[in-house]
C-alpha cells in the first residue's frame, strides 16, 4: 500500500530539499491600451532562489502586493512561471504532466489558505471533508480503519473529542478550530510539502498562537516542509528557521531567521521590523522611510533597486542597476546597494 | 479631564430564535476629552458592538435593552430621530474595519464629501464643498488632484485614510475605529495610526479604538479595556496592561503573541473556546479557561471592582504585582500544566 512505501522518517531526512526554485521570475500580461497597442507585462516575481527543506519552515515575509502568495502559486501549478522553475525532490515541476504524476505531486504539495471560512464546504460535515481524501489517495474501505485514521489525525492537530468534531458543519466550529480542520486535511492527504498562506492572519489573537504551535509540531515531530506565507514578521521569527523577505518581487533580504530579525541591514527590512507592534515602543517613533510613496509596478524593462524611491539611504546606484547578491554574515544574504 | 462620553450598565440583546442573547452585558465605561480608550478581546466578545451602540446604529434583531450613554450630559438613548441625525458624523463619527466596502464605489470621492457636507447642511455651494474636500485630504497626506477620482483608483491604504478624513470632516468630538488597520500591512497600519494621532493632538477628539491586537493597542491608547464575552473584565492604564496584568484572561493574552525581540519561548495562548452566550454558566464567563479558577469563581460573578493604585478588574482573585511572582515564568509554566491536563483528559 502507498502508505506503506511512503514511510515518513526514510522520506525526508533533516534538511533534505524538498522544492527548490531557480530564477524563478514570472510576468503577468497587463490590459492593452488599444487592441493594437503593444502588450505590456508586469513582473510580479523577479529572479527568486529559494530551498525548502524538510523538518523546516521557510517564512516568506513583505506587504500585500510583493509576490508572497504568487510564489506558491506557481508551485501548486496554478500559475506557470515566465522564466526559472522550480524543482520537487530534483525534478523540473514543468515536465510533471501526466495525470499519475500530477496526482502524486498534488498529493505531496499542498496549500492551506488565509481564509477558513471559505475553504471548507459549509454544505459537508468534517467527516466528509476527511474522508475523502483518504478514500482516494489511500483506498481506505474498511470502516473500521477509516474511524481510526480519522480520530488519529483530530487528535494530532488537536480537535478533541474527535467523534463529536467529524459530525459537525464547518459553521459550528470557530475559525482556529477551522483551520486546524484544514491542517488536518493536509495530513490525511498526506502532504509533505505544505504551503500555508497567511494561515493565522484572519484568527484571533489568543487562538493565532495554537495554530501556529500546531504547525511548529507538524513540522517538528512528521518532517513536514512549510512555507509560511506572513507579513507579520514576529510570528515568523516564531515558527521559521529561514526567512526571506520580499519587496515588489524581488528578494531583498534571506537567510535564518534569528540573523535577519535581530541583525537586519537591509533598510526595507529594517522598516518593516520597526512597523510591527510592540508594547515597548510608542506610537511616535519614527519610522526609517523616506517619503510614503506607493510600492512600485515593476515591469521587465524596470532597472534599479525596487525600494529605492522609498529608501532613505538611496544612491545613485540604486536607480541604475539591480545589486548583486552579498553573503555580509553566515547564513545572511542580501541584495542592496550599500553592501556591495 | 472631563469626560466627554459615559456608559452606564449597557446591555445589548440580540434576539434569535432560541430566544435573547445578551451580547453584551452591564458595561460601564467613560471616554475623556482628548483620551484614546481601546478595547480589546477576541471576536465575538461585543467589542464591536459597544461602538455599534454608541452611535445607535443596531437594528433589530439588536436591541439596547438596558443603560444609559450619556454624551456630555445627555442620554443619547433618549434622543429622537433628527437629533440622532444630528449627532451622528457631527458629534461622533466612525471608522469601518473595511474601508474597501464603506465607499460608494461609482461615486467619485469629491462626490461623497459633498454628500456628507451638504446633509449636514455645511456648505452652500459645491465649490466650497470641493475647497473644504481638499483640505481634509491633504490633513490625511494625499494629493488634492484625486480629488476626483474613484475609490477603485486607490491603494487599500489610501481608501482608509480617504475614510478617515471623512469621519473628521464635520469635526466630531469622538472618533470611533472598529479595527481600522486589519486588512492593512505593518507598515501602513503604523503610518495611518501615527496620522491619527497627530489629528488628535490638533483637533483633540477622542477615540475609541477597537482592535483584537494588543501590542499595537499598548502604543496606540491611554487606557486599555479588555472585555471578555460580552463583559468588560478589566481596565487598566495602557502601559501597566501588559506589565501588571490584573485579570488572567489579560495575562494570557499577553501571552499570546510572539515577540520580535528577546528570548524565543514556547507560547501557550489560551485554551479552550470562547463562551457560548445563549449558554452562559453561573459564576465568572472565563472561569471554565481560567488557571486560577477556584468554586467561587464557578459560583459568584465578580462584579467590575478598581483596585488600590492599580485598574479595575472584574475577578476574584487578580494576579498579584509581578515582582511577588518568584519567578514570571511559574505563571506561565502553571498555563503550561494546565493545558497539558486538559489534553490528558480530552
Aim: net charge negative; aromatic share 8%; glycine share 6%.
Amino acid at each position: 500500500m502507498l502508505a506503506e512505501v511512503r514511510n515518513e522518517s526514510q522520506w525526508v531526512p533533516d534538511r533534505q530539499v524538498t522544492l527548490e526554485a531557480k530564477d524563478l521570475t514570472i510576468d503577468f500580461a497587463k490590459a492593452k491600451s488599444s487592441i493594437f497597442g503593444p502588450r505590456s507585462y508586469l513582473r510580479a516575481l523577479n529572479s527568486l532562489n529559494f530551498k525548502m527543506y524538510g523538518h523546516h519552515c521557510l517564512a516568506v515575509v513583505g506587504e500585500s502586493g510583493c509576490g508572497k502568495s504568487t510564489s506558491a502559486r506557481i508551485a501548486t501549478k496554478i500559475h506557470k512561471a515566465t522564466s526559472g522553475s522550480i524543482s520537487y525532490k530534483g525534478r523540473n515541476i514543468d515536465d510533471i504532466v501526466s495525470s499519475q504524476e500530477l496526482r502524486d505531486y498534488r498529493r505531496d504539495v499542498q496549500m492551506v489558505f488565509q481564509d477558513p471560512f471559505g475553504s471548507l464546504n459549509p454544505l459537508h460535515t468534517i467527516r466528509y471533508h476527511l474522508e475523502r481524501p483518504l478514500k482516494i489517495y489511500f483506498n481506505i474501505t474498511n470502516r473500521s480503519e477509516m474511524e481510526d485514521r480519522l480520530e488519529a489525525i483530530l487528535t494530532q492537530v488537536g480537535l478533541t473529542p474527535a467523534k463529536d468534531v467529524l459530525e459537525k458543519f464547518p459553521h459550528q466550529l470557530s475559525g482556529g478550530q477551522r483551520q486546524r480542520v484544514f491542517l488536518g486535511k493536509t495530513l490525511a492527504i498526506g502532504a509533505h510539502v505544505i504551503l500555508a498562506d497567511e494561515p493565522t492572519s484572519m484568527l484571533d489573537v489568543s487562538i493565532r498562537i495554537g495554530v501556529l504551535n500546531l504547525m511548529n509540531q507538524m513540522k517538528q515531530d512528521m518532517g513536514k516542509s512549510f512555507m509560511y506565507i506572513t507579513h507579520d514578521i514576529a510570528t515568523a521569527r516564531y515558527i521559521a528557521e529561514d526567512t526571506m523577505v520580499l519587496y515588489c518581487g524581488h528578494m531583498v533580504e534571506w537567510g535564518n531567521t534569528e540573523e535577519i530579525t535581530q541583525n537586519p541591514q537591509h533598510p526595507y527590512t529594517q522598516l518593516l521590523l520597526a512597523a510591527v507592534p510592540d508594547p515597548s515602543r510608542s506610537i511616535h517613533d519614527k519610522l526609517p522611510t523616506h517619503r510614503s510613496l506607493e510600492t512600485p509596478m515593476w515591469s521587465p524593462e524596470s532597472k534599479g533597486c525596487p525600494y529605492a524611491a522609498r529608501c532613505p539611504q538611496a544612491q545613485a546606484a540604486c536607480t541604475e542597476f539591480l545589486p548583486e547578491t552579498k553573503e555580509i554574515a553566515p547564513e545572511h544574504f542580501i541584495r542592496c546597494h550599500l553592501f556591495v | 479631564m472631563s469626560a466627554l462620553i459615559e456608559v452606564k450598565d449597557l446591555c445589548v440583546d440580540y434576539i434569535t430564535l432560541n430566544g435573547r442573547v445578551r451580547a453584551v452585558n452591564n458595561v460601564s465605561f467613560t471616554i475623556g476629552e482628548g483620551e484614546i480608550l481601546g478595547l480589546a478581546g477576541e471576536s465575538g466578545c461585543g467589542k464591536s458592538t459597544i461602538a455599534y451602540a454608541l452611535m445607535r446604529l443596531h437594528r433589530p434583531p439588536a436591541l439596547i435593552s438596558g443603560g444609559q450613554i450619556l454624551f456630555e450630559g445627555k442620554n443619547v438613548l433618549d434622543f429622537d430621530d433628527e437629533t440622532l441625525r444630528q449627532f451622528r458624523w457631527k458629534d461622533t463619527s466612525m471608522v469601518f474595519q473595511s474601508a474597501m466596502s464603506c465607499l460608494n464605489p461609482v461615486k467619485t470621492i469629491e462626490y461623497q464629501f459633498y454628500d456628507i457636507f451638504k446633509a449636514h447642511n455645511m456648505i452652500t455651494n459645491r465649490q466650497e464643498s470641493i475647497e473644504r474636500a481638499k483640505e481634509l485630504l491633504r490633513i490625511v497626506d494625499i494629493p488634492e488632484g484625486r480629488l476626483f477620482d474613484y475609490p477603485h483608483q486607490f491603494s487599500g491604504g489610501m481608501r482608509q485614510r480617504v475614510v478617515i478624513a471623512m469621519a473628521l470632516a464635520l469635526k466630531p468630538k469622538l472618533l470611533i475605529m472598529d479595527e481600522p488597520t486589519t486588512a492593512l500591512d505593518v507598515v501602513i497600519q503604523r503610518e495611518i495610526l501615527q496620522k491619527v494621532y497627530e489629528l488628535k493632538q490638533q483637533f483633540n477628539f477622542s477615540v475609541l479604538f477597537i482592535t483584537h491586537d494588543l501590542s499595537l493597542m499598548v502604543e496606540f491608547c491611554d487606557r486599555i479595556g479588555i472585555m471578555y464575552s460580552g463583559q468588560l473584565v478589566e481596565v487598566s492604564d495602557s502601559k501597566a496592561i501588559l506589565q501588571q496584568p490584573l485579570h488572567p484572561y489579560t495575562f494570557g493574552l499577553g501571552n499570546a503573541f510572539p515577540t520580535l525581540t528577546g528570548e524565543l519561548k514556547v507560547m501557550v495562548g489560551i485554551p479552550g473556546t470562547p463562551l457560548d452566550l445563549s449558554n452562559v454558566p453561573s459564576g465568572c464567563r472565563f472561569a471554565g479557561r481560567c488557571f486560577k479558577a477556584s468554586d467561587q469563581c464557578h459560583r459568584v460573578e465578580p462584579a467590575l471592582i478598581p483596585q488600590a493604585e492599580r485598574g479595575q478588574v472584574a475577578c476574584h482573585q487578580p494576579l498579584p504585582l509581578p515582582a511577588l511572582f518568584a519567578e514570571s515564568d511559574t505563571l506561565l509554566n502553571d498555563c503550561n500544566d494546565r493545558l497539558q491536563e486538559s489534553r490528558d483528559v480530552g
